[in-house]
């Protein structure tokens, strides 16, 4: 994978909003190779209430068991029995059942031991530790209930490696999306997004239909529909070197049919008669 930014050129913040409870959830499948600097980049962040939450769905290549040798090289002795103070945890999944899945159950777990706010983080090095600290500045600054770490917003950038006809799909792919949804969030697709307990709370994590990347705009739509505000600060995306995409075939039909099932289900609910007051 491609080297890490480092921790140096973080943006830094107030000593009291460091100390947030922030937790990183990074769901994995077969990453082992990726996750030591992974942990490590964010380990070194200097954000003191940063913790980092692995999901791992049952990785063949021993991932589950990475992880767990490096939440016993992070974690102080004694922190395991106090969810709120452990720097890493794992979630062990007994299959791989999607990307959507994972976040979800990472998420929720998160939340119950404490988090204020929770970052969704691929661990193939994609996105940037080092804006970590400006996603929760903004957020903390303007009051956002979600932040999105945007490739398509001015000052937003995708890897060189990328070629012509990924670019232009992924940019397809957030034009389609978005115009069925009649939504304004650009990188409605991208899955460097940070969020607040209290909407995680209102979006109701158990009630998420995505299982796989289509999760990254349901969620997304879900909240502009329930009201919550949503604000985009550009990112560099990088590419994965080490690894392969998880995305297959039912994930990319799934992501194709999600939009549309999102607006017919909005449809129906706004046809509904409402019911009067005491009935």
Do not use: C
């Not at 994978?1 to 100390?19: D, H, I, K, Q, V």
């Amino acid at each position: 994978m491609s080297a890490p930014r480092t921790p140096a050129a973080a943006t830094p913040l107030p000593a009291e909003w460091g100390r947030i409870p922030l937790t990183v959830v990074m769901p994995t499948y077969n990453e082992a190779a990726n996750l030591p600097t992974m942990a490590e980049t964010l380990m070194a962040l200097p954000l003191e209430g940063l913790r980092l939450l692995v999901v791992d769905d049952n990785s063949p290549d021993g991932t589950g068991t990475v992880a767990e040798q490096l939440a016993e090289k992070y974690n102080e002795p004694g922190e395991a029995d106090e969810p709120g103070r452990v720097r890493m945890g794992v979630l062990h999944r007994t299959a791989k059942a999607g990307l959507g899945r994972a976040y979800a159950a990472g998420m929720e777990r998160a939340v119950d031991e404490g988090a204020r706010y929770v970052l969704q983080m691929d661990a193939d090095g994609s996105h940037p530790a080092d804006k970590i600290a400006e996603m929760l500045g903004v957020a903390l600054a303007t009051g956002a209930d979600v932040v999105v770490g945007s490739r398509y917003v001015p000052g937003g950038t995708l890897s060189d490696a990328w070629k012509a006809h990924r670019k232009l799909l992924s940019r397809w792919a957030n034009a389609y999306a978005s115009g069925i949804l009649g939504t304004r969030v650009r990188d409605i697709t991208g899955g460097f997004n940070l969020w607040s307990a209290d909407a995680l709370r209102r979006l109701d994590l158990s009630s998420v239909d995505s299982a796989g990347y289509s999760f990254q705009v349901e969620t997304k739509y879900r909240a502009l529909r329930s009201g919550l505000t949503v604000m985009e600060v550009p990112i560099h995306f990088e590419d994965r070197t080490v690894g392969e995409s998880k995305m297959d075939l039912t994930v990319q039909l799934e992501s194709v049919a999600m939009p549309w099932r999102l607006r017919s289900k909005a449809l129906r609910a706004a046809r509904a008669p409402r019911r009067a007051p005491g009935r």
